[in-house]
């Protein structure tokens, strides 16, 4: 997949990209830097069993604070997350996740949270094979 956006791909109604129609879109933070996708957040605010995040870029730190999507989350959700980090440099990553949503999703909203983060650092995986679809 090429990293070229589609002309006339950006959707400020969605604060998204969108390509074809209805068939997929992607947030880039270069285009929106200081606000959430919404059409992730509407997806995120009518789930009512699971979602389900595959985000190689998934940050929990300001200015990024991906856990805010979870803002207005249902009750009993269940959650799962698949993203890389380099764990051999931010030792504490698996730790600054789990508060964070711990910070926005109060316990009262009975969630289940599950976290498979790829190491970069493993010169034995290539993460590319996890997040690159072939059309």
């Known amino acids: ?5 589609l002309t006339n791909s950006k959707n400020p109604r969605l604060r998204m990209h969108e390509c074809g129609q209805n068939e997929y879109w992607f947030y880039h933070k270069g285009t929106y830097p200081n606000e959430n996708p919404l ?4 997806l995120i605010n009518n789930a009512t069993d699971e979602i389900i995040i595959w985000d190689p870029y998934f940050n929990v730190k300001p200015p ?8 207005n ?31 926005t999703i109060t316990p009262a909203k ?13 010169i034995l995986i290539k993460v590319k094979d996890f997040f690159t679809i072939d059309f």
Request: glycine share 4%; with cysteine.
């Open 1 to 5: 997949m090429s990293n070229t956006f």
């Open 39 to 42: 059409l992730y957040q509407k």
């Open 64 to 71: 990024n604070a991906d856990q805010n999507i979870f803002q």
């Open 73 to 103: 989350i249902n009750n009993n959700i269940t959650i799962k997350i698949l993203t890389t980090k380099g764990l051999d440099r931010s030792r504490s990553y698996l730790t600054d996740v789990q508060d964070a949503l711990k910070t």
């Open 110 to 122: 009975d969630c289940r949270f599950g976290l498979r983060v790829i190491n970069e650092g493993d």
